[in-house]
């Protein structure tokens, strides 16, 4: 069964500050992985989305790169804002499903103050 | 940029009722699906929906749950004999395909309150 983690639980950095977010994963035969934005009490907002065969997407300010062989993604944002203060959620695709089921991970909560 | 709406935003019901969630996905996405989120908890995946059945549920869509797409836009989820522990935030979501490269929406929520 696919297990997904991210470290840190919580984060409170500077405005300016670059900061990276972690998420590993058990079963390293996923077929994409997908950052989320969660603002409280509210939808997710989808970020960026990598499949299995790509090492990084980018948008922005944000960076996400894959090493499925060691189950593990980071989320790099560049000069964080307060803007950016929200929690954000890695999940994965695959192994095991045909209809794209995600699996989450509990989430890293970020704090940019200014 | 389209949207996936859910309605209500807030919902309490009392213990043992019927609840009906409803969801409008993105006009031309073909794939849908309902999670939930526990306070404090996990995202869950409940269940996804294609050519109009159940295509894959979780241990936690029981018997009391069930879904439909009733008339071409709308997506709902009807939960029966509510409990305590059915309380949670409810995320409706679609996707164009299930190829790799496409991704999730998500609507904003339903937050489901039983009492």
């Known amino acids: 069964k696919q297990e997904v983690t991210q470290i840190p639980a919580a984060l409170s950095v500077p405005e300016g500050e670059n900061l990276v977010l972690n998420c590993s994963f058990t079963?390293?035969?996923?077929?994409?992985l997908q950052w989320f934005r969660q603002d409280p009490g509210k939808g997710l907002t989808s970020l960026l989305l990598?499949?299995?065969?790509?090492r990084e997407q980018t948008s922005g300010r944000l960076n996400a790169s894959l090493d499925k062989s060691s189950g593990r993604s980071t989320l790099y944002i560049a000069a964080s804002q307060p803007g950016d203060s929200a929690t954000y959620l890695c999940?994965?695709?695959?192994?095991?499903?045909?209809?794209?089921?995600?699996?989450f991970g509990q989430g890293t909560i970020l704090t940019v103050h200014p | 940029e389209p949207e996936v709406t859910q309605t209500p935003s807030h919902q309490v019901t009392q213990m043992g009722q019927e609840v009906i969630l409803r969801c409008v996905p993105i006009?031309?996405?073909?794939?849908f699906y309902w999670y939930r989120q526990i306070l404090g908890q996990k995202v869950e995946f409940l269940v996804s929906?294609?050519?109009?059945?159940?295509?894959?549920k979780s241990e936690i869509f029981d018997d009391r749950f069930s879904v439909e797409r009733p008339d071409g836009s709308n997506f709902t989820l009807k939960i029966r004999s509510t409990k305590l522990e059915d309380s949670a935030m409810y995320f409706c979501?679609?996707?164009?395909?299930?190829?790799?490269?496409?991704?999730?929406?998500f609507g904003s929520g339903t937050r489901l309150t039983v009492v």
């Open positions: 079963d390293s035969a996923i077929y994409n």
């Open positions: 006009s031309n996405h073909l794939y």
């Open positions: 990598i499949q299995s065969s790509q």
């Open positions: 999940a994965v695709t695959g192994p095991g499903t045909s209809y794209g089921k995600l699996t």
């Open positions: 929906f294609y050519n109009n059945e159940i295509s894959e």
């Open positions: 979501a679609s996707r164009l395909s299930r190829g790799l490269s496409y991704g999730y929406t």
